[in-house]
């Protein structure tokens, strides 16, 4: 059975820092491009970071410079390390696995940048 369970999600003011982390079982992990995607109240889900099986990152302009995605296969975890966070960072944040013919999600974790 395949899970990914999100963690480190929470409140934080504006130009706070969070780490997000996600563990991953029932997949060879090393294999699997990561990715964390987010969603807010009324708007379709984006990506914010993705790392290849490779180690190979990319982010979108919005994140670029304050977030950042790494892996460590030995503890089958990838983090999103987020900083100088901003009110329109507030989301949901998914944790994505994919490899060919396989896409798993995790259950989402809540981030709420407010003051």
């Known amino acids: 059975q395949v899970q990914l369970v999100e963690s480190g999600g929470g409140l934080v003011q504006p130009g706070g820092s969070l780490r997000l982390s996600c563990a991953a079982s029932?997949?060879?992990?090393?294999?699997?491009?990561m990715a964390w995607y987010r969603q807010a109240p009324g708007k379709q889900r984006e990506l914010v970071a993705r790392?290849?099986?490779?180690?190979?990152?990319n982010y979108p302009d919005s994140v670029k410079g304050r977030f950042t995605i790494f892996r460590d296969n030995a503890k089958n975890t990838v983090y999103l390390q987020m900083n100088s966070l901003k009110s329109e960072d507030t989301a949901v944040y998914y944790c994505n696995a994919v490899a060919t013919r396989r896409d798993y999600w995790g259950q989402g974790t809540q981030v709420t940048v407010s003051s």
């Open positions: 029932g997949i060879t992990f090393s294999m699997y491009a």
């Open positions: 790392i290849s099986s490779i180690g190979l990152t």
